[in-house]
Structure formats: structure tokens, C-alpha cells
């Protein structure tokens, strides 16, 4: 292991003045390099000579490992080769090795230079073995201490150099949890300048996310969640106790939303379109961005209710956090809630062991937009309802009620009034998600808008596909004004990608150039029949002429109610019928 004597010298040398003192003999102590490290009497002044030339008996013990006893110095076999064998000076001499782990590290020896010495020594023979045993594993003992100093100091240096270059936030603490080390990383997820010397309490929180362990952490009276472990370090070293590796649970969210934003983004300014319809929705959009109130956006598919929602996020004051959407009809019943609220490790079977945090803790301090809020279970609509209340979400498999800070925005295409007459949505929670509801008409209701979008959507799929568009005939552009759009702007928008691609190499948009179903006629007309031995069914009739006026109308709530009075009926009626409607 490279165990260096010459490290601890200061130590050795008082160890041989003891052994001087205790036997009355000359002492000199020497390293497995024959260097001698410290010396009395006689070798007081040679201490860090070389005796690689000289030592012979230390030689020899180097390679057996056994205590030696020379009675008589100069003429034992070992000497034949000394210089000094026939002028010897010494009387007895004694050799014993420094082991540590059986791994000799040098020799003490003593020396008697005067046959009162040899028989000093000779009397109390087993004695003196005994006592320089003793030393020689005080030596051995403290230079494995210093080994280990230095092997920590290393390990140390090496962790100082190695945390300063890691992405995380690593904090080391020493004895009572001071802190004793951190890196650039934890200062700034901490929100802090400096955080050495002081100290910091970790309370694991009992939840597990991303096969990590969630911690509250406090300094300074500022309560952190962090996500990361605790780890021993095992050095002897009371600044060096155990080292925490985290990550803020703020800058997970941030990473987490960074994989899984793909969300595109408009200003209201940016909205294309000119009816009086559009310009409103603009205004409204302004006028509520900057509020914390809850908005309903309903409209039929197609009409850009996603699009509306992340224009409020970019027209409000948090439009630098984050904007989280979930299509509540796209996720299995059976998911939703895990997908929204999160779980912990272990939670339920079949659940991801890593766990997952949740929409709504991802969208903290930003904003999440639930569409097609209608298709919620209803179970889950009474969880969400608490949520809006309480602004509290409690992961499931946890008993951390953890606070959030979010602006729900939710959308739908289907008239939750008849809904709740059906019980089929909580009116409580509709009226909680109806604060400021913003109604966006179809495309067939502002209609001064479809020339705009045309023109839009041919610039993009013109540069998309790489083609090379002239213009498009006036005739072609009056179908697509005056078709029904029941698809709404996303019909529209996939007609012109249609058109764009199907257009020759004159780069004209013409009628050719249009779907073959566009010419189909769309509309729900009623049959009759002209024989006069065939009769339709009254009910037949009533429901024809209600998806008619549906059609004529709008399936907007001003629509039903111009619907109903068109049909001569309530709005009570109209909408049961239009139940019967919906079951076909």
C-alpha cells in the first residue's frame, strides 16, 4: 500500500527515545528502503542516511519477516560480508520488523555497544521483545492512521474537484448536519449565495419518484423539496460525514415539461381573422389573460380551442411558467387520475415502480389546460371540483398533501348544460369551471374568416411541401366560403394541405384540385318520399328537422336556443330531444 515512515518521523523518533529509555540501549528505526527515519545515542546525528550498504541483518529480515537476535555482532554468518565484521563496535543486537497486514514497513533496532548493555539485555530478554512488539505495533498503528488520512484527504480532494462539474446539486456535511461543502449547482436550485457552515435538516417525506427519494429540506427557516439520496461517506473526518446528491423539485418539473411540451404556441394579436366573431374573441382573450379565474372555452371540434387557451398563457403574467395540456378523452379512464394527480413507488399494481409526477404538480405556478373536460369520469370530476376549492393535490399511494399554485383553463365540444340534466357532469364544477366562459363559433358563422385561413394555410403547406403555388381561381375560393365546414378549421386546414398537393405544376388552385367528398353535400336534408303509401314516422320527422337546425345554427349554446325557437319548441324540450339525438 506504500506505507511511508518518513510521514509520521516526529512519531518515530519519540517512540525510540522511549525504547532508549525503557532498555538503555542505542535505538535506530529504519524504513523498507533501509533509510534510517530516527535514532538515538550513536545514531542521533545520522538520522536519513542510507544503510542499504551496511544493513545486512536488516536485509536478511527483510525477506523472512522474523525477530532477530545477533548475540555476538561481527563474527554471526551474517556479518561476513560487513566492512566492519572484524572492528565491530557492537556487543548485541536486536531486529524486529514494523508490519501492517503482514506487509513490512521497516525494522526497529537496538543496538548494545558495552557488555554491561548485552547483559542488560540477555537478563531481561523476553521482556524487551515484549515491549519493542508493543512499540513496533504503535508505529504500525499510527502509520496505518496516516494512510487513511491521506487516503481521505485524496478521496476528499477528488470529491471537491469532481462535485464542482456535476450537473446535480451536492451538498457535503459534516458531524450535527453542517454543511461543509457545496457546488455552484446547489447554490442556485437552492436560491441561496452561500450555504457552508451552515445547517440543514432533511426530512424524507415517504414519497419515491423517478426510483429517487423525495426530502423536505430546511436551512435557513426556507423550506425545499428536493428529490435525490443521502449517502455515508465513511471517512474518518468529522467535516465528511455524508454527501447529498439532488435535484430541486422545481428544476424536475422544468426537465420533465421540457421532454413532454409539444404544444404550439400563438399570440391573440396573431389569431387569423376579421369577423366580428374573431375580433371579439381577441378582446376577450386580453381582457382575462392576466387573471387567476378558471376559463371554460367551448366550441365544436375543429375550431382551435387548444390554440385559444395557450394565447391566454401568452398574453398572461405566466407566460414564463409553465403550460401543461391534457386531452382528458385521449387518456384510458383508467389512467387519468394517475396521469393527472401522479402516484409514488409502489402505489398500485401495474404501475410504472419509478413512479410519475403529475400534471397538475408539473404545471405549478404555470397553467394546465384540460380539454375535452366533458369525457372526465365523474368520480374523477369530485377530485377536481377539491382541487379548484382546496388547491391541494395529494399523489396517489402518498399522504403528502402537497399546495399548488395553477390556473385551470378546460374546453369542450359538448354542451355540459345537457350534460348535467343527464347527470353525466357535476353542475357544481361546471359553474366552478364557468367563470369566464369564451364561446368560439364555427367556421360556418364567420365566414369572412375562411379566405384569411386559406390563404394562411396555402403559404404553409406551400413551404411544407416544397411546391410552387401561383394563385388560386376566384370560383375555388367562393366553394370553400360557402361550404358547411362542419370539421371546422381543422377541415379546412387539411382541405388546403389536400389542394397543395394535388395542384400541377402551374401552381393553380382550382375546383380539380378539391376532395372528391367536398362535393358531397354535407347537410341532413329531410327524405320524402312521393309515395304517397310510404309514411315517415312523426318521431323520424321531429328528428331530422332538429339535426337540420343544428346544422343551420350551430351546436353552440346561442345555436340550441336559436334551434329551439326556429322549431317552435322550449329549450327544455329541445334539449331532451336533442338527447334522443346523441343515442342514435
Not at 100 to 109: A, D, L, P, Q, S
Request: glycine content about 6%; some cysteine.
Amino acid at each position: 500500500m506504500g506505507f511511508d515512515l518518513s510521514s509520521i518521523q516526529g512519531t518515530v523518533q519519540k517512540y525510540a527515545e522511549v525504547i532508549a529509555q525503557v532498555s538503555g540501549v542505542d535505538v535506530e528505526v529504519v524504513d523498507k528502503k533501509l533509510y534510517r527515519v530516527a535514532g538515538t545515542g550513536l545514531y542521533a546525528g545520522d538520522i536519513n542516511q542510507d544503510m542499504s550498504s551496511e544493513g545486512y541483518v536488516y536485509k536478511h529480515l527483510l525477506n523472512t519477516g522474523e525477530t532477530m537476535i545477533i548475540y555476538n555482532p561481527g563474527e554471526d554468518s551474517l556479518c561476513s560480508n560487513c566492512p566492519n565484521s572484524s572492528n565491530c563496535q557492537e556487543t548485541i543486537e536486536i531486529s524486529m520488523p514494523i508490519k501492517v497486514h503482514e506487509e513490512i514497513i521497516g525494522i526497529i533496532g537496538l543496538v548494545g555497544s558495552s557488555k554491561e548493555q548485552r547483559d542488560l539485555i540477555l537478563q531481561n530478554e523476553k521482556l524487551y521483545l515484549e515491549f519493542v512488539n508493543q512499540i513496533a505495533d504503535f508505529i504500525a498503528a499510527k502509520a496505518l492512521e496516516q494512510k487513511e488520512k491521506e487516503s481521505n484527504l485524496s478521496i476528499i480532494a477528488t470529491l471537491d474537484s469532481v462535485i464542482d462539474y456535476m450537473e446535480q446539486g451536492v451538498l457535503i456535511m459534516g458531524e450535527g448536519n453542517i454543511i461543509t461543502k457545496s457546488n455552484e449547482n446547489a447554490k442556485k436550485q437552492l436560491g441561496v449565495s452561500t450555504v457552508e457552515g451552515k445547517t440543514v435538516e432533511i426530512i424524507y417525506t415517504g414519497d419515491e419518484l423517478n426510483n429517487t427519494s423525495e426530502y423536505k429540506m430546511i436551512i435557513d427557516n426556507k423550506e425545499v423539496f428536493i428529490m435525490g439520496e443521502v449517502y455515508p461517506l465513511g471517512l474518518r473526518n468529522n467535516q465528511y460525514t455524508s454527501i447529498l446528491i439532488f435535484k430541486n423539485i422545481k428544476t424536475i418539473h422544468s426537465d420533465l415539461y421540457e421532454m413532454t411540451a409539444t404544444h404550439k404556441t400563438i399570440d391573440a394579436k396573431n389569431i387569423i381573422g376579421s369577423s366580428e366573431a374573431t375580433k371579439r374573441l381577441k378582446s376577450n382573450i386580453e381582457k382575462v389573460a392576466c387573471s387567476n379565474s378558471t376559463v371554460l372555452i367551448t366550441g365544436e371540434s375543429g375550431t382551435g380551442k387548444e390554440m385559444v387557451a395557450t394565447a391566454i398563457w401568452r398574453e398572461s403574467d405566466r407566460r414564463t411558467q409553465k403550460f401543461v395540456a391534457v386531452n382528458c378523452a385521449a387518456i384510458p379512464e383508467s389512467l387519468l387520475e394517475s396521469e393527472l394527480f401522479g402516484y409514488v413507488k409502489g402505489a398500485f399494481s401495474g404501475a410504472d415502480p419509478k413512479g410519475r409526477i403529475g400534471k397538475f404538480e408539473l404545471a405549478n405556478q404555470g397553467i394546465i389546460f384540460l380539454d375535452e373536460i366533458g369525457d372526465m369520469p365523474i368520480y374523477l370530476q369530485a377530485k377536481l371540483l377539491r382541487i379548484l376549492q382546496e388547491r391541494t393535490i395529494t399523489r396517489i399511494g402518498s399522504n403528502q398533501v402537497i399546495p399548488i399554485d395553477v390556473r385551470v383553463i378546460a374546453a369542450t365540444n359538448k354542451d355540459l348544460k345537457v350534460m348535467i340534466e343527464t347527470k353525466k357532469f357535476r353542475e357544481d364544477l361546471y359553474y366552478r369551471l364557468n367563470v369566464i366562459p369564451l364561446t368560439i363559433k364555427p367556421l360556418r358563422e364567420r365566414r369572412e374568416d375562411i379566405e384569411e385561413l386559406t390563404n394562411f394555410f396555402i403559404k404553409r403547406y406551400n413551404r411544407l411541401l416544397n411546391k410552387s403555388y401561383n394563385y388560386i381561381k376566384k370560383s375555388t375560393m367562393e366553394l370553400l366560403k360557402n361550404h358547411m365546414w362542419r370539421g371546422n378549421v381543422r377541415e379546412l386546414e387539411n382541405t388546403v394541405e389536400f389542394m397543395i398537393n394535388m395542384m400541377e405544376s402551374d401552381g393553380v388552385l382550382n375546383d380539380k384540385t378539391l376532395p372528391v367528398d367536398f362535393f358531397e353535400d354535407l347537410s341532413t336534408e329531410v327524405v320524402t318520399s312521393n309515395n304517397a303509401n310510404i309514411i315517415t314516422p312523426l318521431k323520424e320527422l321531429e328528428l331530422r328537422e332538429i339535426q337540420k337546425a343544428l346544422n343551420i345554427f350551430g351546436d353552440t349554446t346561442e345555436g340550441k336556443r336559436k334551434a329551439a325557437m326556429s322549431l317552435g319548441i322550449s329549450l327544455t324540450t329541445f334539449y331532451r330531444r336533442l338527447e334522443e339525438v346523441l343515442k342514435k
